[in-house]
């Protein structure tokens, strides 16, 4: 089906661990997004990429790491994890130019015991 | 930096009533565009209305309407005839004309009591 598809849903992991979340879009739109959401603080953006191979920094990126080798796919890694980072993760793509705003993903929940 | 206030956290309506919810912006731009999100208990982000600056009309879906006061820097929005289903969280987000990330605000908990 088309649309934005996040996976896993859900993950547990510990801290330290590396753990990816994914992110894969079928629209072909130019640009990507990560959020996090925490009580409290509404959606706070982490990266973005404006296109395959470019990415820029949000307002909170520090621990993550984003890759875009390709247009549809946006991979969000935490390289060591932390209890801080316990949250609900969202991808979100845009077209760009004179777009309706941002289509989400389903939203990946991610503990960090 | 461009910041997006909601002022109440939580709001209440009985079905078939009207609501609003409120929201503030700050920004020096010029040309931008506003958004009402709706995030029911599935998670599910799902875009409920949204407005050019530069439209002085101010935009409806449905039973959504927004009030758009560019020179007070104020976007509220309408529920009318609420629904059971209209309970939700629901954020305000802002986007600069030449950007693309949205900035949000922390969010307004609707419940809709029967």
């Known amino acids: 089906d088309a649309g934005i598809t996040q996976s896993p849903r859900y993950k547990i992991t510990e801290t330290g661990r590396q753990v990816t979340l994914m992110c894969h879009q079928t629209?072909?739109?130019?640009?990507m997004f990560w959020y996090r959401q925490d009580l409290g603080h509404g959606l706070r953006l982490i990266y973005y990429s404006a296109a395959a191979d470019i990415t820029d920094k949000g307002e909170v990126p520090d621990g993550y790491v984003v890759s875009r080798s390709k247009t549809e796919n946006f991979p969000l890694t935490l390289e060591s994890a932390t209890r801080s980072q316990t949250s609900v993760y969202f991808c979100?793509?845009?077209?760009?130019?004179?777009?309706?705003?941002?289509?989400f993903g389903q939203g990946t929940r991610l503990t960090v015991v | 930096a461009q910041t997006v206030t909601q002022s109440q956290p939580e709001m209440s309506v009985q079905e078939a009533e009207t609501v609003t919810l409120s929201c503030t912006y700050d920004?020096?731009?010029?040309?931008?565009?506003l958004f009402w999100y709706k995030q029911p208990p599935s998670r599910q982000m799902i875009l409920v209305i949204r407005q050019e600056a530069y439209k002085q009309q101010n935009a409806t879906e449905n039973r959504f309407s927004v009030n758009f006061q560019k020179a007070a820097k104020s976007f509220s929005l309408k529920i009318s005839d609420s629904q059971l289903g209209d309970a939700a969280m629901y954020f305000c987000?802002?986007?600069?004309?030449?950007?693309?990330?949205?900035?949000f605000g922390k969010g307004t908990s609707l419940l809709v009591t029967p």
């Open positions: 629209w072909s739109h130019s640009y």
């Open positions: 979100a793509s845009s077209r760009g130019g004179e777009s309706p705003g941002a289509f």
């Open positions: 920004t020096s731009e010029s040309d931008y565009y």
């Open positions: 987000a802002y986007r600069i004309d030449s950007g693309y990330a949205l900035n």
